[in-house]
C-alpha cells in the first residue's frame, strides 16, 4: 500500500494510526526455507541487507509475506544516509556495514499468513497474523510498529516524531491491502 500525502489525519471511528519511518520500504517474501526481500518497485534487496534475511529465515512459521521499512537506528534517529550506503556494489563493503550498522526490518502488514492469502482481508486480520508471526520470530531487529487508534497519539507522534519519522500513515481497520 502506497501512502499518500493529506493536510489532516482522518478522525473518527474505524481509523488505525501508525508512525511513518523514514526508510526503504521492502517487501519480505518466504516460501518454505527461501526468503527474498524486494523494494516496492520490486529490485531485489537481498544482497544488500544480508543480516535481516538471515534474521527472517529463523522464523519458524514458512510461507508468508511481511511488508515494512528497512531502517538503520542510530541513537533516537534512523540513518537513511546509512541506508544508502547499503546499495554499494562490493559484495565484502555491504557485509562490513551490516555488521558496523545493521539494519533492521520494521514490520506493519501481513499480506500472506502460511496458508492464508490475507491481501483482500481487513486491516485487523492481517494485523492478528502480523503479530502472530512477530511473537513466533522473537527476533531482535524484527520490531512491530507501533499503532493507535487514538487520533491524539498520532498527533504527538507527528509533533514529536524528530529523526525517526517521516509522519502518521492513517489506515481504515476494515480495508483491504490495496496496491
Same mark, same amino acid.
Given at each position: 500500500?502506497?501512502?499518500?500525502?493529506?493536510?489532516?489525519?482522518?478522525?473518527?471511528?474505524?481509523?488505525?494510526?501508525?508512525?511513518?519511518?523514514?526508510?526503504?520500504?521492502?517487501?519480505?517474501?518466504?516460501?518454505?526455507?527461501?526468503?527474498?526481500?524486494?523494494?516496492?518497485?520490486?529490485?531485489?534487496?537481498?544482497?544488500?541487507?544480508?543480516?535481516?534475511?538471515?534474521? %527472517? =529465515?529463523?522464523?519458524?512459521? =514458512?510461507?508468508?509475506?511481511?511488508?515494512?521499512?528497512?531502517?538503520?537506528?542510530?541513537?533516537?534517529?534512523?540513518?537513511?544516509?546509512?541506508?544508502?550506503?547499503?546499495?554499494?556494489? $562490493?559484495?565484502?563493503?555491504?557485509?562490513?556495514?551490516? *555488521?558496523?550498522?545493521?539494519?533492521?526490518?520494521? %514490520?506493519?502488514?501481513?499480506?500472506?499468513?502460511?496458508?492464508?492469502?490475507?491481501?483482500?482481508?481487513?486491516? *485487523?486480520?492481517?494485523? =492478528?497474523?502480523?503479530?502472530?508471526?512477530?511473537?513466533? $520470530?522473537?527476533?531482535?531487529?524484527?520490531?512491530?510498529?507501533?499503532?493507535? %487508534?487514538?487520533?491524539?497519539? $498520532?498527533?504527538?507522534?507527528?509533533?514529536?516524531?524528530?529523526? =525517526?519519522?517521516?509522519? *502518521?500513515?492513517?489506515?481504515?481497520?476494515?480495508?483491504?491491502?490495496?496496491?
Amino acid at each position: 500500500m502506497e501512502a499518500r500525502l493529506a493536510d489532516l489525519l482522518p478522525d473518527g471511528p474505524g481509523w488505525q494510526y501508525e508512525p511513518k519511518w523514514d526508510g526503504f520500504r521492502c517487501l519480505a517474501f518466504r516460501a518454505r526455507k527461501a526468503v527474498a526481500l524486494s523494494s516496492k518497485t520490486g529490485k531485489p534487496l537481498n544482497r544488500f541487507f544480508p543480516e535481516v534475511v538471515e534474521r %527472517l =529465515a529463523r522464523i519458524p512459521a =514458512a510461507d508468508w509475506v511481511l511488508d515494512g521499512e528497512l531502517i538503520i537506528p542510530q541513537g533516537d534517529i534512523l540513518s537513511f544516509e546509512a541506508l544508502q550506503a547499503r546499495l554499494h556494489p $562490493a559484495e565484502s563493503r555491504v557485509r562490513k556495514l551490516s *555488521v558496523e550498522t545493521p539494519a533492521e526490518l520494521m %514490520l506493519f502488514d501481513c499480506l500472506r499468513a502460511p496458508g492464508i492469502a490475507l491481501h483482500q482481508k481487513a486491516l *485487523v486480520e492481517r494485523r =492478528a497474523a502480523l503479530e502472530e508471526i512477530h511473537w513466533q $520470530a522473537r527476533e531482535p531487529g524484527l520490531p512491530l510498529s507501533p499503532r493507535t %487508534l487514538d487520533r491524539a497519539v $498520532a498527533e504527538r507522534w507527528l509533533r514529536h516524531g524528530g529523526g =525517526a519519522l517521516d509522519g *502518521v500513515v492513517a489506515k481504515r481497520l476494515d480495508g483491504p491491502y490495496t496496491l
